[in-house]
């Protein structure tokens, strides 16, 4: 898609093109040695301690070792670190990159809590929902456009590819103890759906506690060449490396200590694990090396130059289509529809989610750059309408696919949304004219995360539908 773009609607600087295709190769490296050791190490660990805190039987152990995980693995995340980084760019500082990551985690861990105790009670996953909803609801009302923005797109960035993984095997292993198998395979998602929630439940509050006045923002135009096309990947390597380090650091002593005192695994098992992290760790690295430094400044580059442009339609076009492609990309997708897949025993299809995933998310796309062409169009237009079919569908829809469509809202703006297609939104914002960075650069991840929820739940309808239409035996409910 950028090499054609390149060669017709947006010609871009050679050195540009030259750290973009490095970029690629990074980013298809990382990927395959990142997937394989999430496989091995992340997966495990996150199954071995659902069932530890099942087994316990203790709902403060649960409320405790929920509110920790989720903590921790939060302020890890990669794409929580480059919205705050985007947000703390644009603001010129004003809203410090140290306290998003820090509320948006708290908020994580209050509703990873509230989300296991959920999975232990049997509560219905659409009447949490219903309930968490109508809070962000009520918070919308006092909450500045400016910060409505970013905690909806907080939502979407902390559901990334180290946390998704960690949270679904959590959920898995909780669940994976119940007699009961239909309640077990239900269970097995909702939980990243509701953490999820947390991040913009924090922000909200964390903007109507500070009273911060209007903001404005703007983009730092700097030219490719200013630094030398592997000097930008020199530069992101340690930074990025550090982050990473600080990211798997807690899980892997967390490990240890269950490991100490409940897991009792064999060495070889525990070797595997091990293995595993070290695979995550470069995986990750070479990941978000590719992303940042070869992928960022093309997106902002494509943004800005098609929006240039006099026919605004292509910019609409080409945002779709950037969407659909930038979806099979996303490292957590995978890990998600696979285990949809192997949850359902090959039920549900990972190439009918995949595909929902991709029209939804390109619609997004579409969605948010309309908003930056039409002035009127504010982003509350788009999420309080779309949530409230999001939230009625749940009444409708079979339960199993609830919590599939929630979750793969969370898991659709994951590294690649956060990092290219904002780039690209932004990029777009600061060209046209009575565009603010601020208010329309942010908001689409919000809109990429929402639009799965309706998507997949209508392929959940039409599940429906087709079973009571063929008589089919199993349960869809």
């Not at 990669?78 to 820090?102: E, F, M």
């Not at 105790?117 to 968490?132: A, D, E, G, Q, T």
């Not at 340690?238 to 002593?253: G, K, V, W």
Request: hydrophobic residues 55%.
């Amino acid at each position: 898609m950028v090499l054609i773009l390149n060669f017709t609607l947006a010609p871009l600087e050679s050195s540009l093109i030259v750290s973009f295709i490095i970029g690629a190769i990074f980013i298809i490296i990382g990927l395959s040695i990142f997937l394989f050791g999430v496989d091995i190490g992340i997966t495990p660990i996150g199954k071995a301690m659902g069932k530890t805190i099942a087994k316990t039987n203790k709902i403060w152990v649960v409320v405790i070792a929920g509110l920790l995980l989720g903590f921790f693995i939060s302020i890890a995340e990669p794409d929580l670190h480059i919205l705050a980084r985007q947000v703390d760019l644009v603001t010129s500082g004003l809203i410090p990159k140290a306290s998003i990551v820090v509320v948006v985690s708290i908020g994580i861990g209050v509703l990873i809590a509230t989300g296991l105790v959920r999975i232990v009670f049997n509560i219905p996953l659409y009447k949490v929902l219903s309930v968490l909803y109508l809070i962000i609801l009520v918070l919308s009302l006092f909450t500045s456009p400016e910060f409505l923005a970013i905690s909806f797109d907080a939502s979407g960035a902390t559901t990334g590819a180290l946390t998704v993984p960690f949270i679904l095997a959590l959920a898995l292993g909780i669940s994976s103890l119940k007699r009961d198998s239909k309640a077990s395979e239900k269970d097995s998602f909702g939980l990243v759906a509701i953490a999820s929630t947390g991040a913009i439940i924090a922000v909200m509050i964390m903007n109507i506690i500070a009273q911060t006045d209007k903001l404005s923002g703007s983009l730092d135009q700097h030219s490719a060449d200013s630094v030398s096309i592997l000097g930008a990947f020199l530069h992101e390597l340690p930074i990025i490396a550090q982050e990473i380090t600080l990211a798997l650091l807690p899980i892997l002593i967390i490990f240890l200590v269950f490991q100490k005192f409940s897991f009792k695994m064999t060495i070889k098992a525990v070797r595997k694990i091990l293995t595993g992290i070290l695979f995550t760790f470069v995986g990750l690295v070479l990941f978000l090396v590719g992303v940042n430094a070869g992928f960022m400044e093309v997106g902002t580059a494509i943004g800005h130059s098609i929006a240039s442009l006099d026919n605004k339609s292509y910019i609409v076009i080409i945002a779709f289509v950037l969407g659909v492609v930038t979806i099979l990309a996303e490292p957590a997708v995978y890990v998600l529809t696979h285990q949809i897949e192997d949850v359902t025993s090959g039920y549900v299809r990972r190439k009918i989610v995949m595909f929902s995933l991709c029209i939804g998310v390109g619609f997004a796309v579409s969605l948010s750059i309309l908003r930056i062409l039409i002035p009127e169009l504010q982003l509350w237009h788009y999420l309080l309408p779309g949530y409230i079919i999001a939230i009625a569908l749940t009444y409708v829809v079979p339960k199993l696919f609830v919590g599939i469509a929630f979750d793969s809202g969370g898991v659709a703006s994951g590294p690649m949304t956060a990092t290219f297609i904002l780039a690209f939104v932004q990029g777009a914002a600061e060209a046209i004219e009575g565009a603010n960075v601020l208010i329309d650069g942010f908001g689409m991840i919000a809109l990429v995360a929402l639009t799965p929820l309706i998507t997949l739940q209508v392929v959940g309808f039409v599940f429906k539908l087709k079973a009571r239409k063929g008589g089919e035996v199993r349960d869809v409910q």
